[in-house]
């Protein structure tokens, strides 16, 4: 009889990157709707239509030194592991997320910030440093939850905070209770209401993700917020994913037990991403002047129609300023 090895591999984790405007029907979000539409809003949802989802050169080593296996999905990726591998609690993975497709751009809030690489050159030990600014960086080490028990959602993003004085258009911030978001710049920003009670919202990505910076000492011209750029990392990194083996804080959120070995239920990681909400400005093809201008922006989603009249394409907004303030984002639709 021939000699068969037979190779048992459990799930060690998976990571679920969801945009709501794929994922939402008009104004009524993803999570609200029934249990069978989001079930058909997964079947049809695929990340790789506009982004890539790669582990890092040294993350691909150390998945192959604990012989564990990358494999992404239409929602995002897992890793799997041998269920007797035994891996270092200090263990640390890393994904580097890509824009695969620019449209993404036009409806997907938070992304007006440019995300422009600095090189600086340091006399003082000879070295150049890189930085590319306004990159998020989503963990699980500080991700926030909600619900509890079987019903705990693990997101990757930090806990909504309130507004901060240099917080821009579409940030998301807690107001009390309620989650919030600016339509255009601050001073004098208009929010706009997202969910009355902020422990029934998803933790959408937002602009707290982005780290502060701190570089070495005497070096200038180093953007605010950001990540520096090493070897591991590609220029064109859009967002950066990062998993430890352990949260001590919150077990939950680590992905193998005190012993090191993979947990008898793998966490599912999410990362939401918010559609860009617009106003609608309505212009007549045959004259080109304005019919109508919707009071209240509306969010973009390819479902369903979050106004009353036709909804946008998926073009790219128009930023309307006032001296160097944004002070609304439009959607034109010639009717």
Known sequence: M??????????LFELRLLHHYWLDEGSHIFDTLSDAVK???LLEYDVERFLTIAPTASTAKALKQFKCLYKSTSLGCFVSAPPDAILPL????????????????????????????YEIFNSADNKIYRYKENVAVFSN???ATRG??????LYLS?????????????SLYKNSSALMQLNSDQPDANPLQLNANIANSPVFAHQVDIPVLSPPAGLSGVPARGIELTNDINDDVFALIQLSAVNNLDTDF?????AGLPKTSCPAYQVRLKSRATTRKYIKKQTGLVDVVEPNA????FYGNAGVKQKPENTPPKIEMSGSKVTRIVSEIFI
Request: charged letters at 25%.
């Open 141 to 143: 080490l500080t991700g």
């Open 298 to 301: 509306t969010p973009l989603t």
């Open 254 to 258: 680590s992905f193998v037990d005190g």
């Open 39 to 41: 079930k058909q809003r």
């Open 90 to 117: 200090n263990l640390k993975f890393e994904f580097v997320v890509s824009v695969k497709n620019s449209m993404f751009l036009n409806y997907t809030a938070l992304t007006l910030a440019p995300q422009k690489i």
């Open 158 to 170: 930090k806990e909504f905070t309130t507004l901060a004085v240099l917080d821009k258009v579409e």
């Open 148 to 153: 509890t028990g079987v019903n705990k959602a």
């Open 2 to 11: 021939a000699e068969r090895n037979v190779n048992k591999y459990v799930r």
